[in-house]
């Protein structure tokens, strides 16, 4: 990581012991802690980590270059990522750090930086931290003065009793739900088996051991890796099927028939229950979500706010406008009364309330939304090239009807594409949809060979 920018759209993520090495993670770990201490003397600091292979190892080179600087760790050991945030507001830390890669493959993990709000630190402060990093202006404490180092257990408890406050669990009781859960191999293992069976459904677990090689599937929940979630969730007859990424910060779901649904589609249902039986009118999403949001919010005089793609962007412009809810196409839903922040045990209770309330099943919920054929390609781009085919998409585009909030999104009469580079992955992803099944087909594949010539033009440049 020789690169001045060390945060991408998610903290800091790279390949273990190519990218993140252990010498790497303590000199980014005395980095930050010296961050934290410009602010106040005795800083005290959680961290936490997912079930990756590299998390304990890269945990130790972490929490020892915290501790030089004098910041106290309390160290909550393997956690979902919003257990983790849900902890430091609890406790009144000062901030917490999470060692995570999300949804990238096995080689991958990363590192979160959480501040005592219990929100990822905005992109300004990312800023300083890569500042101390790179003129290695770090505070070195005397011996006699370094952090405490202690372990913090039971952090999962506090969570799981402090999402049960936001929901109606007698009306949960009274269906008995069987619901499948697939968490990946991953920390939603430790939460969402145990908080569904407490609540009263019947919980059928598959991949919900902790291994870092994500054995049973990828951490990425998207239908090419929940086969044996949609198979078994229709083989016992479950009501739902729940699918989290590696740190269970989002939330996935298979219907009663099995089939994989769209975090759009989803993620619209809920905010469309929580609008309806609250005073806010306002939701918040970014630019990749389906139109079909926006259809819904609309049928209650409420406002959707778009943003940029990023969950931190979504949870700072939900507490800039005060907005109950906010959502992203990936499955997370972020619900303001418990926190701000995207939280996959949450959403999971949230869909299973709104399914004993309407007495209705998933899958006739989703046939009353309006129909929206949504189509998410993705296309090889590399890193270094990603700025010369966005200008490059830019100019092929000139004179639509477009926004170009982040990347570029194309509005047809009857549809929309957006073209836009990702952030943690060497990719262009398409999204394309309209009502019409075809025009849609028609829309991704133009999309496609915009990035296409992009990558033509910008390579011979
Ligand atoms: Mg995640």
Redesign the pocket.
């Known amino acids: 990581m020789a690169s001045r920018i060390l945060f991408g759209t998610?903290g800091i993520r790279g390949v273990v012991n190519k990218d993140l090495t252990p010498e790497f993670v303590t000199k980014v770990a005395i980095a930050i802690g010296t961050y934290f201490r410009a602010r106040a003397r005795n800083q005290k600091i959680l961290v936490g980590y997912d079930s990756r292979t590299s998390s304990i190892l890269l945990s130790r080179s972490l929490i020892s270059g915290i501790a030089s600087t004098g910041c106290n760790v309390y160290d909550v050991g393997y956690a979902p990522?919003p257990a983790i945030q849900y902890a430091v507001k609890h406790f009144e830390m000062d901030g917490c750090i999470i060692i995570?890669a999300?949804?990238n493959p096995p080689e991958y993990n990363g590192i979160k930086v959480v501040d005592e709000d219990a929100v990822e630190i905005s992109r300004d402060e990312e800023r300083k931290i890569e500042g101390i990093f790179h003129e290695e202006k770090f505070l070195r404490n005397k011996w006699s003065d370094l952090g405490k180092i202690d372990a913090f257990p039971g952090i999962i408890e506090v969570y799981k009793e402090a999402i049960k406050r936001h929901i109606d669990i007698k009306a949960i009781r009274e269906k008995q739900f069987r619901v499948v859960v697939d968490p990946a191999n991953g920390v939603g293992s430790l939460v969402t088996p145990y908080l569904l069976s407490e609540i009263g459904c019947e919980v059928l677990t598959i991949n919900s051991q902790l291994d870092g090689n994500f054995p049973g599937r990828l951490p990425e929940p998207k239908p090419e890796t929940l086969g044996v979630l949609s198979s078994t969730t229709k083989a016992v007859k479950a009501d739902l099927g729940v699918a989290h990424?590696?740190?269970?910060?989002?939330c996935i779901f298979t219907d009663e028939l099995g089939n994989v649904c769209l975090g759009d589609i989803t993620g619209t249902i809920i905010v469309d229950y929580i609008l309806q039986r609250s005073q806010s009118r306002l939701a918040v999403t970014p630019i990749s979500t389906s139109t079909l949001l926006e259809e819904v919010v609309k049928t209650h005089n409420a406002k959707l706010r778009w943003t940029k793609v990023g969950s931190t962007i979504v949870t700072k412009k939900m507490q800039e406008i005060n907005a109950i809810i906010g959502m992203e196409d990936n499955g997370g839903i972020f619900y303001s009364p418990h926190q701000p922040v995207?939280d996959g045990a949450m959403t999971a209770v949230l869909m299973l309330e709104i399914l004993a309330k309407k007495k209705t099943t998933l899958s006739q919920l989703i046939n009353k939304l309006p129909k929206y054929h949504i189509i998410k390609e993705r296309h090889d781009c590399p890193n270094q090239l990603k700025k010369r085919v966005h200008q490059e998409v830019l100019s092929q585009t000139e004179g639509l009807n477009r926004m170009t909030l982040d990347g570029v999104k194309v509005f047809f009469k009857d549809g929309s594409v957006l073209i836009r580079p990702s952030g943690t992955e060497a990719i262009y992803r398409i999204v394309a949809e309209s009502k019409n099944d075809g025009r849609a087909k028609k829309i991704v594949e133009w999309g496609i060979s915009l990035v296409k010539e992009g990558l033509k033009n910008a390579s011979a440049r």
């Open positions: 998610n990522t995570t999300s949804h990424d590696g740190d269970a910060d989002r995207r």
